[in-house]
Each structure stands twice: as structure tokens, then as C-alpha cells.
């Protein structure tokens, strides 16, 4: 449905799915009715199981698609576990469609057949928002998977610091409970999955490795910001189809991995809202080592400044660095700090908001995501809603000075707790689950670089 939405709007993709579909034709037979044919038996026969030219019909499209789509970009690309009985000649016939034989130029057999799509493998895929997320974790009733039967997961350039120890033992915690970690490539021809850490380290123009076994699901992961990256080598034809998730701080990647969610409390919170307030004597707090990102958040904070609105400014881009316990002894003292993201892509919120969500101030947000949508709380304040810094910058000292709305802002924030970090639990046992479902979640992407990348990112216009 969203696909269709996406696709509806977009003239050009549109015009040149037209204009692909006008190089064929439809060569149809229309067959007179008998004398014995009415309306009403045509009724009954659309709803007939065995209507034979119901089921012909359905299955020319369906063929025209097996022999479109490997051909073009445009339309999306999704297997069955049952879809035997058509040939299709596709970059690789693994995960995507299991290959099949034996159909010839000549008149097709609807036994024969089975419809290639099905409700069991429409794709589902990533999150509406970060609010609230459930983590498919093991509350013990809902534990499953079969301990004698592991899904192997191959990290095949991992980070220096994601430890395969810490990692199989997060995978315990999780409702399917038989997955386990490595990054020993000798185990490339058995891993159910093998994960490409796509900022780390580059792979080249064409896979580093064949395809280990038919069902093995290839993996991309980014866990930065798409901008400025050259990603081109993974656009080559020698990658197309080749990768069947995505993982991101994108919303909308198969297997979401930001850096952390909001979380509504069960419990209410009970503080000195007052207390909390007369211990602020200071009005924004800044923390930032990347002087000239591509935010320009440098410049938006100047123009606060000009604005009349304090802000300190510790890193290397400011006072210098400070240890973590010295910046833990002057939180109190601020009413805001800046949650300004080094570029504009997104869905892309980083460690500033969750990890800063919890202290006793309100945030400021600025960045490229829909942060209304993302985290629908009206708990932090967001640049996105000012015509201007200056504009923002008169809002900002009249809440300083203004006890009864500061208060209830933090009260409002205090209904919600941030998980920092919980995109990482989030992301693992997602993954586990998909390895014990992937008839449900058969995919691949034409072009992954498309969606890691196009159109993610934009040059801020707020100054």
C-alpha cells in the first residue's frame, strides 16, 4: 500500500513504469459466451476457486512480473516459499525465489501453478515512530525456538567495538532464543545471515564472497548518517538484488537501528519541580567536537547568541573537553540543552536526544528528521517550529523566565522516560525473529544505494 501511495505521486517513476509497460502488448482470445452463459453464473464463477480463466488471468500477470522485474528498478521485487513452477531468470535465485523448472512456450496448466504471491510474504518493514516500541524480548510464557537448531550470524566486516560474545548473549534475551553471533569467516557457508557493516569498511563493485546456501539473508548496516558517504560501488550491477534487509536509523529500513526510543511510564513520577527550577541559573548547554558539520548548527547557535540567548559551549569546538562527572555536576544548573544533529537526513536522531532526555532540562531539537512524527511528545522543543533562530531565541528566554511552564514542560517530559540504547536489543532480536520467519520476509533490493542514501539527506534553510 505504501509502495503504491509512494508511487502515485511520483510523476517520473510513474511515466516510466507507462511507458516500460507500452513496449508489450496483451494478446487476448475474448471467446463468444454460450447460449447458457448469464450474468448471474458469471458472478458465481468470480468467486470459484476452479474458475479456470479467473486463475489463467491472474497467472499471465504474474509471469509478465517474473519476467519484468528482474529487467527494471521500478517495481519491487518479492518471493514465495511456494512459488515452484516458474521459470524466472534473476541475478541470484537464493532467499529471493527458490528456482524452478519446466515451463515451456506452450499452453500452461493452472495445476501445475501456484500463485506466486501470497498474503504470507508481503513484505512488513520498519517503524511508524519511537514512541512505545515493543522489543521482541523472552518474558519467559513467549520463549521459542528450537535451542538444537542455530541460526548463525556472520558479521563479515564488524566494528571494533560490537563484541559476538555480548551479542549471543543479547540474543538469549530475546523471544526466539537460537541465534548466535561470529565473525569467523570459515562459518560463511552456514550462516543464515551474514551482515555488512556498510560505514565501516568498503566491500567493492561486486560481492566479496558467493552466496553461502539459497536461503541466506545478506544484510546492510549502516549506523551513521547517509550523508557524504560514497556508497556508488554498491549501485554496480554485480550488487542488484543481491541484498534482502536493510538496517538504519532510517524508520522505514527493514530492521530499524537508531539510537534509542521514548517510552511512556506505567509509573508517575514524584519530584520537587520547584526545587529543580531554583537550582537553574543558567540557560543552555552545549556539547560539541564537530565544529563545521553539515547542520551548520554552528552558525544557528551564533545567531541564538546574537539573540540574547547563553549558551556554553563545551568540546573542541568550544571550552575544551570535559570529563563526564564534571559535566554531570552542572546539568542542574541548565534550563535547555541543544540537541543539534551534525546533518539533516531523516529519521536520523542520534544519541544527543535519548542520551540527554533523561537529565533535569527540556531539550531543543534541530536536524533533518520529522521530529513531530518520530516522537510525537510535546516534551522538548523543536527549532523546526520557528521561522527563525531569532524567533526561537525570544521563545527560549521567556520560558527561562517563566516558572510555571518551565515546570509543567518537565512534568509533561517526566510522563515518558528515554531507552537509550535500545535499538541495538531492538535490531538483534528483530533479526532472530526474521531467521525463524523468512518465508514471511523474502526480499531484495534492486538498488540498496537508493535506499540507504537517495534523497535522505538536504541542506538545512533555517538560515
Not at 151 to 166: E, G
Not at 363 to 392: C, E, H, M, W
Amino acid at each position: 500500500m505504501d509502495y503504491l501511495k509512494g508511487l502515485a505521486n511520483v510523476r517520473d517513476r510513474y511515466v516510466n513504469l507507462l511507458k516500460e509497460k507500452d513496449k508489450y502488448e496483451v494478446q487476448y482470445d475474448p471467446r463468444p459466451k454460450s447460449d447458457n452463459d448469464d450474468d448471474d453464473d458469471d458472478a458465481a464463477a468470480a468467486d470459484d476457486d476452479d474458475n479456470d480463466d479467473d486463475d489463467l488471468c491472474v497467472l499471465r500477470y504474474e509471469l509478465f512480473l517474473l519476467w519484468m522485474i528482474p529487467r527494471s528498478n521500478i517495481l519491487p521485487f518479492k518471493g514465495s516459499d511456494n512459488a515452484f513452477a516458474i521459470t524466472a531468470k534473476v541475478p541470484h535465485k537464493s532467499f529471493l525465489i527458490h528456482e524452478v523448472k519446466n515451463v515451456s512456450d506452450g499452453a500452461l496448466q493452472k495445476h501445475n501453478i501456484q500463485k506466486f504471491y501470497t498474503n504470507k510474504s508481503e513484505r512488513r518493514t520498519g517503524l511508524e515512530d519511537l514512541l512505545d516500541v515493543p522489543i521482541k524480548y523472552n518474558t519467559g510464557a513467549n520463549a521459542s525456538g528450537n535451542l538444537g537448531s542455530k541460526k548463525r550470524i556472520l558479521w563479515y566486516n564488524k566494528d571494533s567495538w560490537t563484541s559476538m560474545t555480548k551479542t549471543t548473549q543479547l540474543f538469549d534475551k530475546c523471544t526466539w532464543r537460537n541465534c548466535i553471533a561470529t565473525d569467523n569467516f570459515s562459518e560463511v557457508n552456514n550462516a543464515d545471515a551474514v551482515i555488512f557493516t556498510v560505514s565501516y569498511k568498503h566491500m567493492g563493485r561486486q560481492p566479496p564472497f558467493k552466496r553461502g546456501k539459497p536461503d541466506q539473508a545478506w544484510i546492510f548496516k549502516l549506523g551513521e548518517s547517509p550523508y557524504g558517504r560514497d556508497f556508488s560501488e554498491y549501485s554496480s550491477p554485480e550488487w542488484r538484488n543481491q541484498v534482502n534487509w536493510s538496517s538504519s536509523l532510517n524508520l522505514d529500513s527493514d530492521m530499524p537501528h537508531g539510537a534509542g526510543f521514548i517510552k511512556t511510564r506505567t509509573q508517575p513520577i514524584v519530584k520537587d519541580y520547584d526545587a529543580i527550577f531554583d537550582t537553574k541559573n543558567k540557560t543552555a548547554l552545549w556539547l560539541v567536537s564537530n565544529c563545521r558539520a553539515q547542520s551548520k548548527r554552528d552558525l544557528y547557535v551564533k545567531k541564538l547568541q546574537d539573540g540574547g540567548v547563553d549558551v556554553d559551549i563545551y568540546g573542541a569546538c568550544g571550552k575544551g573537553r570535559v570529563k563526564e562527572a564534571e559535566i554531570n555536576k552542572i546539568i542542574p544548573q541548565y534550563k535547555f540543552y541543544l540537541a543539534f544533529e551534525n546533518s539533516f537526513c531523516s529519521d536520523y536522531i542520534t544519541e544527543k536526544f535519548f542520551k540527554n532526555y533523561i537529565n533535569d532540562w527540556i531539550l531543543v531539537t534541530r536536524g533533518g528528521a520529522d521530529y513531530r512524527k518520530v516522537i510525537p511528545t510535546q516534551t522538548y522543543i523543536n527549532s523546526a517550529d520557528f521561522d527563525s533562530p531569532a524567533q526561537l531565541a525570544d521563545y527560549l528566554k521567556d520560558l527561562a523566565n517563566d516558572r510555571d511552564r518551565y515546570v509543567n514542560l518537565l512534568k509533561e517530559k517526566d510522563k515518558y522516560e528515554a531507552q537509550y540504547g535500545a535499538g541495538w536489543p531492538y535490531f538483534l532480536c528483530e533479526l532472530c525473529h526474521r531467521l525463524n520467519h523468512v518465508s514471511e520476509y523474502r526480499h531484495s533490493y534492486p538498488n540498496i544505494v537508493d535506499h540507504l542514501q537517495k534523497d535522505r539527506c538536504f541542506n538545512p534553510t533555517d538560515i
